[in-house]
């Protein structure tokens, strides 16, 4: 699976996933360490009696944090379309 990424300037280089880990083709700074760092976001805990939100961190380098950056890249300024 690999993406381009676009910001309001134009393309800034691809992002994909290469079977076991994510794969950057990018010299953007922004979009780099972006990719490169932690990701954390909110996410839902439901038990039988109560429901609670809390936060998600996502490492660098594992699907999961492939996956919620390619939904969540226009947070940040980017498009990610599917190659």
């Known amino acids: 699976m690999r993406y381009a ?3 309001k300037d ?5 992002f994909g996933w290469d079977g076991n880990k994510e ?3 990018s010299e ?3 979009l780099l360490k972006l ?3 932690p990701y954390t976001t909110l996410g839902s ?3 039988e009696d109560e429901r609670a939100t809390i936060d998600v961190t996502y490492q660098p380098n594992t699907k999961e944090h492939f ?4 939904i969540e890249m226009d947070k940040f300024g980017f498009e990610a379309i599917e190659l």
Do not use: Q
């Open 5 to 7: 990424i676009y910001n």
């Open 45 to 47: 805990l439901v038990t």
């Open 35 to 37: 990719l490169k760092a």
């Open 23 to 25: 794969v950057v083709d």
């Open 67 to 70: 996956d919620v950056l390619v």
């Open 10 to 14: 134009g393309f800034l280089g691809t």
């Open 28 to 30: 953007d700074e922004v």
